[in-house]
């Protein structure tokens, strides 16, 4: 057995806790603490978020989209691949490292999609982008953390909050959406969503995609309405 190789660790603002890159032969995992929270042979149900949000754009002119979390870029990838030419994304993402880490030795696994002309990425808290929203997104795409039942840092609770989810609404374009990646379910959220206006469909997929192979995501897509 090829052991892992720590390749880079960085520490998340405001928690205290620590996020570890590593590298096993062409395999990347990264970790906080004793668990991992993403690994570049499991991406099904990262790009099925960006995949399922953009289906439900098409036909828009020049649609803008909101990432939360860059992750090891496969949701911004597939956002890309999905959109046509004329769309814009913009990715939040806390830990600079992180940035830097596509830019570097996690690049080539996603296809290098930071290089892309219509992705930017800003190093801030994907909150502080979604409350000075108004009607400026078709899509916004919380990929952050492990989904409403955080793990690595308790500030991310406020986007699965009502407060929160109603900043996400006011962010929307009439007829945008929000969709939302979770390790697991979360069986009161469906609920929270449509307190606060959405129309949502829950979906549970693969997280080795295509293969239908590994543990089962859930995916919430919920529509602002025109």
Request: aromatic share 6%; with cysteine.
């Amino acid at each position: 057995m090829i052991p892992w190789k720590l390749l880079d660790s960085a520490a998340i603002p405001g928690n205290g806790g620590e996020l570890r890159l590593y590298r096993r032969a062409d395999e990347f995992s990264i970790r906080i603490g004793g668990g991992e929270l993403m690994n570049s042979r499991v991406h099904g149900s990262e790009e099925a978020l960006a995949e399922l949000t953009c289906h439900r754009l098409a036909g828009r002119a020049r649609p803008r989209l909101l990432i939360g979390g860059l992750g090891m870029g496969f949701t911004l990838a597939a956002a890309l691949k999905n959109l046509g030419p004329d769309g814009d994304v913009v990715v939040a993402e806390l830990v600079a490292a992180v940035v830097e880490w596509n830019r570097g030795p996690l690049g080539a696994e996603a296809g290098q999609p930071l290089d892309d002309a219509r992705a930017r990425i800003e190093v801030i808290d994907v909150a502080r982008l979604v409350k000075a929203a108004n009607q400026d997104y078709d899509a916004i795409l919380l990929d952050v953390d492990n989904g409403p039942e955080g793990l690595t840092r308790k500030g991310n609770d406020w986007l699965y909050s009502a407060a929160g989810l109603s900043a996400a609404f006011s962010a929307l374009r009439p007829g945008g959406v929000l969709a939302v990646w979770s390790a697991g379910p979360a069986p009161e959220f469906a609920d929270r969503l449509r307190r606060q206006g959405f129309e949502v469909d829950e979906v549970r997929v693969r997280a080795r995609g295509a293969v239908r192979k590994g543990a089962r995501h859930t995916l919430w897509l919920a529509d602002r309405g025109p």
